[in-house]
């Protein structure tokens, strides 16, 4: 009886689903919202042509969006464009967004197909916070305690998310917070980082090959948000006698979709 009424909460009781169905005004209302968010400024006559919708029916559904801030008309240009409002309510969204929670069974997905254990680190201004892990069930394991700072320069998400910046942006974090050799394999100056980055943006995935610890390797792609702008990533990480070279080309794709499927969720964009 609970789990029913609690079924029950997000519509009437006399529900019947049978019955359910879109409502015509408010589904053409939506048609024209999302054709006036594609266009940069349409006329009455290009909204009524893309939704199909009547002229006269067109320009009453936008002058009702209009009143409620969802739609603005220049009145000198005649052009319709998308409203403050409906800003407003995306933004509800990305404040409601949780990160964390979403990636979680991407993550678990991705230490299953990989059997390595799967990592999700935010971007801060000069290094990597690690907030999330599933760990694998291997016997020896990567572990990074959630809070776990690490340069950029020196793991898979910094270096994936450093790859999809702008070389000069990239220069100016690195003398920020300089390129510390942790092991003989930490890429300790500028111009070999930029080449790594450079093969690391064009497939789609960076690896750290020991740079922060001997005998480990890790994998990782970058996440971003709605501005295309790289706000941390995904990664797996292992002993190198797992996660070998030759395993790199299966892992990889791996991580990098898992990155792409992460930023879908959060409403990002490549």
């Known amino acids: 009886m609970e789990k029913n009424e609690k079924r029950q909460r997000g519509r009437p009781r006399a529900f019947n689903a049978s019955e359910a169905g879109p409502v015509q005004a408010l589904d053409r209302g939506l048609r024209i919202l999302a054709i006036v968010a594609e266009g940069g400024g349409l006329s009455l006559s290009e909204i009524a042509d893309r939704s199909g919708i009547a002229t006269a ?41 949780k990160l964390v929670d979403r990636a979680r069974i991407v993550m678990q997905e991705l230490m299953e197909k990989t059997g390595e254990t799967a990592n999700l680190g935010l971007a801060e201004d000069d290094c990597v916070v690690f907030v999330s892990q599933v760990e694998t069930h291997q016997a020896i394991r990567a572990f990074f305690r959630p809070g776990t700072r690490t340069a950029f320069h020196a793991s898979g998400i910094g270096k994936a998310v450093l790859s999809h910046l702008d070389p000069e942006r990239v220069a100016t974090i690195i003398a920020r917070s300089g390129l510390e050799a942790y092991t003989e394999r930490t890429l300790a100056t500028l111009p070999e980082l930029l080449k790594n980055l450079d093969d690391a943006r064009v497939r789609g995935w960076a690896v750290d090959d020991e740079e922060r610890n001997i005998g480990m390797r890790c994998v990782a792609a970058a996440i971003f948000n709605e501005y295309g702008e790289p706000v941390g990533g995904v990664s797996v990480s292992g002993p190198t006698v797992r996660v070998t070279p030759e395993r790199l080309a299966q892992v990889g794709p791996a991580v990098r979709d898992a990155a792409a499927e992460i930023t879908a969720m959060i409403g990002g964009r490549r």
């Open 57 to 97: 029916t067109a320009y009453r559904m936008l002058t009702t969006l209009e009143g409620h801030g969802m739609v603005e008309f220049d009145r000198t240009e005649q052009l319709w464009s998308i409203g403050v409002e409906t800003y407003r309510m995306g933004s509800a969204f990305l404040r409601g967004r």
